[in-house]
Every structure is written in C-alpha cells, then in structure tokens.
C-alpha cells in the first residue's frame, strides 16, 4: 500500500512539472540562441487563458493548445523584434511584457473565470503503462505530459547531435564567430526565440487543460519566475532543466506531504523550502571547486565537471550588427 | 588562384581607413602585408574575405569580379581568414568548432568530422585534441584549429592577420613550416603583419600601406631599411643605452612563492635596484605573470617574504604597495587596465580619488594636459575603448603616478608597432632614470635584451637566476626560455 501512494505520489510529480518542463526548455532555447525572454511569468499567464479560453469556445482542447503556443511564439516575436531589429533593452522589454500579459489575461480572461471546461483526456499508453512502477509513473497521464518527454529528447538531440543545434549554440555564444562560419545570426534568433515562446505558450495550456484546470484571477502566477530559474539551475542543458522542473515539483509535494507531519513548523518554511534549496544548488554549481575538480579527481574528474559546470551562453543579450 | 584588387575604398565616419588600395596576389605565394598600427592592413583583409562591405572598388578572381556579402561567400569562394583573434566558438570543444558550419546535413556525423580533423592535424604536426574545450587552448592552438578548420573547407587564399601574436616560438616554427608547405601546394597566404623581421624571413613579396594606401611594393630579398622607409616615411635609429648608476635595493624577494592550482612557483630570489630594468622572460604562462601580480600586491605569497623599499609587504593588502610607489600595468588593456564605456577625463578624475565632489573642469585640465603631453589621439572625452591600442597603452602610462619606485609591465609594447613602441621605451627610460624600477615580460627577445639590465627566464614555474643582458643575444635567450641550456 505504501509502495503504491509513493508510485502515486511520483507520477502527481510527473504530471505536475510538466508546464515547468515546457517553459524551462522553451527559455533555455531562447538563451542558449542568445535571447532572453524575461516575460515568462506573463507569457504562461496569458497564454493559459487563452488556452482555456479557446478551449472552451471551440469545445477542442487542441484549438486551445495552437492558440497558446500562438501567443508565446508571438509575445517571443515581439522580445525579439524589440532586441534584434529595434536595439532595446532585453531585461526592459522583458519586465513591461511580464506586467502587460499579466494584467491582459485577467482583462480578456474575466467571462472564463472558474467556469467549468474541457481538459486533456486521461490516455494511459497502452503496453508501457504496464511496466512495473515506471509504467503507472510516466505513462498513465495525458497527451501533454507524453509531449513534454518528446520536448525533452528533441531539445536535447537537437543541441548535441544536429547542426543545426549546433549553430544555434555558436550564435548563442559568439555571434560574430557563427557569422564568420556562414550562419545568418538574427535570422537564426527570431527563430528559436519563436520556437522557445511557443513552448513556453505550450505550459501555460498545460497549466490550465491539464494541471491546473481551469482559469481564474492570476491562475499561473509565479511559475514564469520559477521557470527562469529553473534555466540557470539547469545549466542550460535540457536534461538538467527538465531534472530541475522535476526537483522542484518533487519539493513541492513533499513539502505539501510533510506539512501534516510537523504542525509546529509553519507551512511558510515548506512553501519557501524548494527556493532555498535552488540557491544552495546555484551556489554549488558555480562554485570554483568545480573547476579543480579534475585535479582532485584525475579520472572521473573531467566528466563530472562537465555534468556539474554551467555557464551561460557567452552571447546572452549581446546584439550582432554585421558591418 | 589569383587574387586582384583594384581601387579599394572603405571609411568609417571621418577615418579613410582604405583610400584607393590596389593589391595583386598570385597563386602559391606568401605575400605579406606590412604596415604599422592604424595603417588599414586589417581592413583590407576583412574586406577581401567578406568581413566588411567596400564603400567602393573592385575584387577580382582569376580576373573574373565578384563581391562578397558576407564571410561565408567569401569562403564558398575559396578565402578564408584567420582573426587576430581567434574567430572560434571558446565554449564549445574542438571537435564541434571544427563541425560547425561545415556542412548541411541534419545530424552531425562527429566520427567522420574527427578522421578528417585528426588527419589534417597530422599532416601539418598539429596536436590537437578533438574532445578539449577550445577555452583550454593556448593562443596558437586556436589558430592551429583555425587553420585546419580552413583547409577542410577547401580554402584556396588564406589570410592571416597578426598570427603570430600571442603565441609561442615554437609554435611560431611551426606556424611558419606550415604556410610554407601550403604555399608549395598552390595555397596562396596573405600575411598580416607589422613585424619586419616576421616578413622578411616569410614573404616572397610585400605590399606595404600606410594611412590607407600603398606605400609601395618590393621582392624578396628585403632590405630592412627600405621597409621602415616605406612603413614609416622615415628613419629610426638605435637608441643607445644610456649609462645609469643603479640606486639602492628596492624590491628584495626572499624565497618567495605563489601558487595557483594550474602552476606552483617557488624559491624566488630577486632583488632589484633602483632604476633597474629586469626583463621576465619565458613562455606564456610559466609563472612570470604569477611573479609580477606578487610583487604589484595582487596575488598573496605562499611562502617567502617580500619587501618594497625596506618594509616588508609579506601578505599585506595592495593598497600599501600602491602607498610605496608600486604601479602595475596589465597586458589587457581594456580588460583590467581601462574601464570601457568612460571617457578619459573621467578615467583622470577617477585618479583623485581623495574629492568627493569631482572638479570636472580640472579633471578636463589634466586630461587635456597628459593627453597632448603623451601623444595620445584623442579629447578628453573620447571613450577609452575606442582609442587603438597604441593610444590605449599611451594613456595608461598617462595615467601613472608621476613618481613611482617600482613599475610593473605586462607586454607593454605587444601588437603595437616600431614607432608606439619605441615611444613607450622612451617614456619608460626616462622614468628609469629618475629611479624607478622597471619589471616587464615581453616575447619579443629583442625587445628583452635591448631594454633589460638583467633577464629572469621562467620555464614551467622555475625561475632562473637573473643574467645580465649585455652577456646573452636573442638566440641564446630563445634557448634558455626553451630549457635547453643554462
């Protein structure tokens, strides 16, 4: 029995770190190409409502779901055209945007609070849902948590094993190089930044069709914030940031499952546990000992330097201009 | 192929960088490119492989036109060139450095990419290894990289611009053995440079600019005197030492070491006197840097004692080596020495640290008055990153105290031209002979032994004792620094 409330209690996880994955793989190819979308907590905001929104008026969730991705990729498009074309300041922009969608989804969103809609169809897989405890934690959920596994391995083949995710990276780092190597730097930024928005527009529907059902004032709010820190946490590797959405989400329900168990200590120190951990892991990260590791450790040292270390794309919010 | 370029313009504001330069360039040959410091040599080059747009002009390819939007056609077209500064991508390995733009299929095919990597480092002595972060590389590796990176994409010019800043003598060998062999194979080179002896050991033939245009064209073999002519329109002569009576002891290290975790030095013995020179010579990285950073109060000793001027500064913050006349001037200039985005009048205010209410108009006096007084090209408010290196260097002297007991230098005439540098050496001696102590590293051996009273050599963290420069020429010096003799 207790082996079962874990297995539940892991795939509750699963299911509910996946908008985290979303937007912390979308934020991450954002920056790994060398843009920063700050807006993240006002992009999943507006997003969901419109989601649940379209959702609701169209009877389909997957009309809701294009919509969302619409709007990430679009509020990404105007991150980008403000940073690329028009020279403006990526935190600036970022942080306006973050206010303006927050405040647009409670404006546009108000018929759709807590009214009663469609969600994502529970679709155990059949065969894999069989497997022994990692059949009921990963594969008895909906389609969306299935597509944030697929989000997870393209994202991580793309960046080691395809050229283009390999361009993507050196116009992240030194634009000026990639240009050098023939790659057309802003074409290729618009491009990610895109495709990062429309995932990040891809958690907020996830949040409100399958996570978080619904809409309501401020439904998402904080997760955005969540997610970029997630990025850093991750070190810009896609494994490590859907490892971080899952850590955190796991943090989360334990907090919530402990709680019961230690009436003295206030619920704050739960809630706000999972954030001091990311510090102390952030610390950890950066720390130099990562750098002698292989001194220490002639053999091994190397590699888990190389799991350990993250840095940001050298290029982050560097603007290219060819002569 | 045969390169022709006819009549090339290019400005930027009000600087005629290019003003009407006509170049020819024949198959197989190492032709070299000589100018001082400003003379347009870089901009040329970046235009001829697609880096910047002519205002005006012609380029032609085996007497066929064409233009270059972009590096990348320039390459399709068979030119490639190397950036004074590696071009590479510093946080990605070799191997993928290598891939990246290299083809247009969807996956990599990294196993292909490392046959043909490895084959092409072995062809030419390169050692490079696939899977290393090209930020553990040394300056010449890169380029080593760079090269190889080239030729794989079937370049047929190639053009190197300052290669051999930065790097190694026995990289520079080899660097050198490599043109040569791509010359025999049909490659045609383009040298950059504003180092005669450089061009006249290489270069079959030499296009000389200065401000812009083309001073003139000569065939090997060179004659010194006639390049500087064309370089400079004038003449420099060999300023001779002049004799100097030493002061007394001013810094004494006692078995003095620092360590970091890349390299330890130990058991350094030295004492300087004042208005002595002491060139620190040795590869990159041998701990001649680790030796300057502790004696200018940056870096703490781990063992040892140190004293400035009869007070022992053994561990003891910077601010009181600075107190006692210490002043270190970094080799990154811009990195450490300046702070970009400030103006020069706000670097000289920045100086009188003691006001809290800054007094621009004589923050604007001195700066206008050190400014004329060190020839550096600029106003007062001229942002310090947009001065040449040459005028960056100037102004950092500008910036010293005026009396100062010990005077640390990190390459202080590196990538600057004969003339820049022959005026440091001037203002440096000057300050010698009111009693200051010099320290400096350079890899130029002759810019060691012409300047230096006694040389220090460090080889992997070991340093020699202090030789008199008068007894060692170049030669002997470039064997100490390779640890072959003693």
Redesign the interface.
Known sequence: MAESLVVQTLASVVAASSPLVFAGIGETISEKVGVTNLSLDGSIMLAAMTGFALASLSGSVWVGIVGAMVVGALIALIIAVSNISLRQDQVAVGFVLTLLCADLSSFIGKPFVRIPGPSMAHMPIPGLVQIPILGPIFFNHDMLVYLSYVAIALTSILFK????G??L??VG??P????????NVNRCRYLYTMLGGALVGLAGATYSLSVKLGWSYRHTAGFGWIALAIVIFGGWNPLRVAFGAYLFGALGSLASILQPSFPNVPTQVFQAAPFALMILTLLLVNAEFI??LP?YMPKFGNALQRILQG?P??GLGKRFE?? | MHIELQNIHKSFGTVHANAGISLEIREGTIQGLLGENGAGKTTLA?ILSG???MDSGNILIDHKPVSFG???EA?RAGIGML?QDA??????DVL?NF???S??????SPRQAKLKLLDLCQRFGFALDPNTSVNKLTVGERQQLEIVRLLALGVRVMILDEPTTGISSPQKVLLFRTLHRLASEGISIIFVSHKLDEIEQLCSEVTVLRQGTVAGSVQSPFSTSELVMLMFGQQFSVSPRPGITLGEPLLELDDAAVSS?RLNVAHMNLSVRAGEVIGLAGLEGSGQQMLMRACAGITPLAHGKISIHNHDLTNRPYQEFLQLGVSFVPAARLEEGLLPGMTLKEHFALLNGSEFVINWRQAEEIAQRQISEYNVVGTPDTLVQSLSGGNQQRALLAMLRPELRLLILEHPTRGLDIGSSRWIWEHLLKRREQGTAILFTSTDLDELVEYSDRIVVFSSGIMSAPVDARQVSSESLGYMIGGKST
């Open positions: 094993h395809t050229q283009p390999l361009k990276r050196a780092e030194r000026e190089a990639a240009f050098a190597r023939g790659i750098e002698r001194l840095k794309p050298a060819s002569d | 970046k880096y910047q747009r972009s590096p990348a390459i950036h071009l590479d991508i510093p946080a990605l993928d891939m990246l733009g083809d247009t299929s969807l996956f990599l975790y």
